[in-house]
């Protein structure tokens, strides 16, 4: 957060905390089960440099579409399918016109509560430290309540278009995933600009001893 907290403040926020709000998933019409189903499949992600490098390094074309004309493209064939985390594909009914929801664990879908940074200065530092802790606290729980929330709209999916396919990759899979995102890291150095290379090195620390802490390959 320290390290986070450095690269908002150039834009005048405190970042308080990282939430998760659970994987994205991708939806489309003709199964994603493999590396080489992403090649030239054409999709809608949200508006980001990091991520269309990201995607086209699985070899999927990035389309840029506004957020409401999703479903119409969807419908239309404007696009072959779109991602997003579940919640939002059930919400905007985007199932309802994609025959398959693919979990790649290739991008957790993350919120960052910020505050004003003139704001947040002003306070004392016992209340700016309980702004903190409150939120710090608040990570885990909500990301149990989200993770419910998701399981709970698969079913409610399900239920409503019971021939909906959904597929979850294996680890060798993922693995091979992760091998050409990795290509990617030199662009998100470049991208990111000043200050990139050390967040990159912190992120990848901080997965690094949570897996070790958690007992995770």
Known sequence: MDVLEKAFR???????????????????????????????????IMGSKLLVEDYKAYGMVPTPMSYGEVYSG?????????????????SMNFFEVQESLTQTYA???????????????????????????????????????IEDRNQSDLEKMLEEKP???????????????????????????????????EILQVLQKDIKDAKEALGIE
């Not at 939430?19 to 809608?44: H, V």
């Open 163 to 197: 021939e909906l396919k959904v597929i979850k990759l294996s680890d060798e899979e993922v693995a091979r995933w992760e091998e050409k995102a990795e290509t990617v890291y030199p662009k998100f150095l470049e991208v990111g600009g000043d200050g990139a290379e």
């Open 10 to 44: 150039k834009n005048g926020l405190v970042p308080l905390s990282v939430m998760f709000e659970g994987w994205q998933w991708i939806s489309s019409n003709e199964p994603i089960e493999t590396l080489e189903d992403m090649n030239g499949f054409k999709a809608r």
């Open 74 to 90: 969807l419908q239309m064939g404007t696009i072959e399918g779109q991602i997003n985390p579940l919640f939002a594909i059930k």
């Open 107 to 145: 991008e957790p879908f993350l919120g960052i509560p910020t505050v004003n940074q003139k704001f947040f200065d002003s306070l004392s530092k016992e209340k700016q430290e309980e702004m903190k802790q409150w939120w710090a606290d608040a990570v885990i729980p909500a990301a149990e309540w």
